[in-house]
């Protein structure tokens, strides 16, 4: 009876074991490009380009807020719920429930 159960408990303990799904290891995420908008008040908007079809926005509040690449005519479009963010030929702009909040141009970032 006991070599039974030992039997069953290690046939079990295999089973599980063997149904367990590895999971490959995520690709590294890479930042294609950090760069910062500024609109005509003064407001600054830093916004990080990743290779994983996402952008890092940080806000003058120091919030920061990820989106995801999304389909657009021209120009890179992100989004995340009702949030947008578009940039195109040096302009961006960031909107929430289609109402615009901040409009800004590319800050040029002085040669090394």
């Known amino acids: ?12 303990l295999t089973t599980i074991v063997s149904c367990t799904p590895l ?16 609109s005509d008040s003064g407001q600054v908007i830093q916004a990080i ?25 021209s120009g890179a479009r992100y989004v995340a719920g009702m949030n947008e963010w578009w940039e195109h ?7 929430v429930n289609d109402e615009r909040v901040f409009t800004g141009r ?5 040669a090394n």
Do not use: C
């Open 1 to 12: 009876m006991k070599l039974f159960l030992n039997s069953f408990f290690f046939i079990l």
């Open 23 to 38: 999971s490959a290891p995520k690709p590294k995420v890479s930042v294609i490009s950090s760069v910062v908008f500024v």
């Open 49 to 73: 380009y990743r290779d994983d079809g996402t952008v890092t926005l940080t806000f003058p509040d120091n919030r920061i807020e990820m989106l995801n690449l999304a389909v657009s005519a």
């Open 89 to 95: 030929q040096g302009e961006a702009t960031y909107s």
């Open 106 to 110: 590319l800050q040029r970032q002085p």
